[in-house]
């Protein structure tokens, strides 16, 4: 699962202001980006989880922008360990999202790209409650291993944006958890399961899959066309 250093070279540290906290983030734009991802991590992970910086590396590649951020304080993060009690607070995290989305439109070398949220575990629904508040903003969303339905009925019937689901074959219960939430949308949403894959996707080639069919899907939405292209 090794990766070049031409994502590391160009990753920024930013600090993100949402509510009365701030945020640790980093941000990396190659040269001539497409669109910018925004990944909303689950609980007990974060910025540097080798999951979703694997999966920001392939976007990056795919001459994607990313943004990875820590959704939580060092501070809350310690009490969460203990009291669980943030990381189903949908409202909160998504909340926390859309500030970071306000932040990046702001930010010269992002403010002009389309922007997609790419979701893991409970993260997912954040994700999908983040982008029924901005449809004119959030242009595509992806969720591996995602609680898409954690979003809430309402939330889930106002997404606008083309969804992707990624959930491993092995996965059964949260196989369940998504088709619920997608009997629930009007977007365009569609449904991937990766045979033998885990929660986790640790399978040999698992999280390979998963940052190609993400790194595809965000091309497709996020990316603008090529004048005079006839597309693919």
Known sequence: MGKTSAFEDVVKPVRITTGPVTLDGDLAVPEGARGIVVFAHGSGSGRRSPRNRFVAETLHEGGLATLLFDLLTED???????????????????????DATDWLAGQPVAGGLKVGYFGASTGGGAALAAAAERPEAVAAVVSRGGRPDLAGEDALARVRAPTLLIVGGDDTTVIALNRQAMARMSAAVSLEIIPGASHLFEERGALEEVARLARDWFERYLAPAETGSSGR
């Open 76 to 98: 809350e993060e310690r009490q969460e360990r203990f009291t669980r009690h943030l990381r189903f607070d949908i409202g909160l995290l998504a909340g926390r999202l859309l």
